[in-house]
C-alpha cells in the first residue's frame, strides 16, 4: 500500500510534490491505515557523470535527504527506471548500470523499485533476463527493496514475474480516470488469481480514486474491486487535496482488510450475467467477501447464492462501505446496486 505520483503528476513532480505527499500521508488518516511507501515515477532522472553514476535532474536537488524526510515520518520512498536505454517518458535507464543504479537507490535510501519496460518488442527471454538482473542487482545491496515490474502484461508476466523475483508485476495497460478504463481493466483480471499469492502480485495498476474522473459509485467500485483482487493499493491521487469522501474511500478498514487480509487469496469472479457481476474472495477467517457489480447504467437487484460460495443453510452478512450488520440471511442475499456501483459485503456462517 501507498502512494505513486504518476496518476495525478506525471511529470510535475519535484522534491517538494513528494515531501508534500508524505507529509499529507501521515497526516490524513492513510498512514494510519496502513499506506507506506511514497513513489517517485517517470522524469526524476538526470545524467550519469563520468563514472557512470546517476543522478538526479534539478527537481530533485538531494535524493538522500528526501528520503531521510520520507523516513522521519515512519514512511518508505520508492523510485523508478527501465531495463532500457530510456524511460517511458524518455528519461535515462539503467541499461548496462543495473548494479550501479541498484547502489544508488539503496545508498540515497530508498525502498521500493518500480522497473519500466519500455522499448518497444523484446522476447520473453530478454525480459526476464532484464528483470533478473536487477533483481540480482537490488539483491546484492543487502537492502530490501520491493521490486515492481511494469511492462503492460506482455508475455504473460504473471507466469514468471515470481521467478524472476518481482514482489508485483502490471497485468495491463495503463489505467485512466475514467469508468470503463477501471472497469475494463479490473474485470479483466478474472483467471489471474491463481499467480498472486504473499509476496508476489498481480497488479492491475494504481489507482485513480480522488483524481475526479469518476462518481463516487464508480470509485467505489473501483476500491472495491482492486480490494477483492488482493491488488497493490498504490493511490494515485493528489493526497493534500483530498475531500472528506476520498479519504473515507481510501482508508476504510474493512475494505482494506479484504485487501490485505493474510491469506493472500485474489477474489474471482463466480457468476455473471451481461453487465452483472458477482466476485468472491475468500477470507482467512472463513469468510467470505462477496461484490455484487452492477456495470450497467441502471439500479438493479442483484444476488449471490450462499451455494455458489461454499456456504449452505444461514449466514450472516455485514456491508463493508456501511459498516453495518445486515442480520442472518439463508440460502442467498440481495440487494438493490447503483448504476455501475457496487455492494460490498463479508458473508460468515454462525
Ligand atoms: C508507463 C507506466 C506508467 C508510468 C509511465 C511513466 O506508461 O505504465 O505507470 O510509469 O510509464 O512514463
Known amino acids: 500500500m501507498g502512494w505513486n505520483s504518476w496518476n495525478h503528476f506525471a511529470g510535475h513532480i519535484d522534491d517538494k510534490t513528494v515531501r508534500a505527499a508524505a507529509d499529507a500521508m501521515a497526516s490524513s488518516g492513510m498512514k494510519a491505515a496502513g499506506y507506506q511507501y511514497i513513489v517517485i515515477d517517470d522524469t526524476w532522472a538526470g545524467k550519469r557523470d563520468d563514472q557512470g553514476f546517476i543522478h538526479p535532474n534539478e527537481k530533485f536537488p538531494d535524493m538522500k535527504a528526501l528520503a531521510d524526510y520520507v523516513h522521519s515520518k515512519g514512511l518508505k520512498l520508492g523510485i523508478y527506471s527501465s531495463p532500457g536505454p530510456r524511460t517511458c517518458a524518455g528519461y535515462e535507464g539503467s541499461l548496462g548500470h543495473e548494479e550501479q543504479d541498484a547502489q544508488t537507490y539503496a545508498n540515497w535510501g530508498m525502498d521500493y523499485l518500480k522497473y519500466d519496460w519500455c522499448q518497444s518488442g523484446g522476447t520473453v527471454e530478454q525480459m526476464e533476463a532484464a528483470y533478473t538482473k536487477m533483481h540480482d542487482a537490488l539483491v546484492k545491496t543487502g537492502r530490501p527493496i ?205
Open 146 to 350: 520491493v521490486f515492481s515490474l511494469c511492462q503492460y502484461g506482455w508475455h504473460k508476466v504473471w507466469e514468471w514475474g515470481a521467478s524472476v523475483g518481482g514482489n508485483l508485476w502490471r497485468t495491463t495497460g495503463d489505467i485512466s480516470d475514467r469508468y470503463f478504463s477501471m472497469a475494463d481493466i479490473g474485470f479483466d483480471q478474472n483467471g489471474l488469481e491463481k499467480f498472486a499469492g504473499p509476496g508476489h502480485w498481480n497488479d492491475p495498476d494504481m489507482l485513480e480514486v480522488g483524481n475526479g474522473g469518476m462518481s463516487e459509485d464508480e470509485y467505489r467500485t473501483h476500491m472495491s474491486l482492486w480490494a477483492i483482487l488482493a491488488a497493490p493499493l498504490m493511490a494515485g491521487n493528489d493526497l493534500g487535496e483530498m475531500t472528506p469522501y476520498t479519504v473515507e474511500l481510501l482508508t476504510n478498514p474493512e475494505v482494506i482488510a479484504v485487501d490485505q487480509d493474510p491469506l493472500g487469496k485474489q477474489g474471482y469472479r463466480i457468476a455473471q450475467e451481461g453487465p452483472f457481476e458477482v466476485w468472491m474472495k475468500p477470507m482467512a477467517d472463513g469468510s467470505k467477501v462477496v461484490g455484487l457489480f452492477n456495470r450497467q447504467r441502471t439500479t438493479e437487484q442483484m444476488s449471490v447464492n450462499f451455494s455458489d460460495i461454499g456456504i449452505s443453510g444461514a449466514a450472516t452478512v455485514r456491508d463493508l462501505w456501511m459498516k453495518k450488520d445486515l442480520g442472518g440471511f439463508r440460502d442467498k442475499f440481495s440487494a438493490y446496486v447503483p448504476m455501475h456501483g457496487v455492494v460490498l459485503v463479508r458473508i460468515k456462517v454462525q
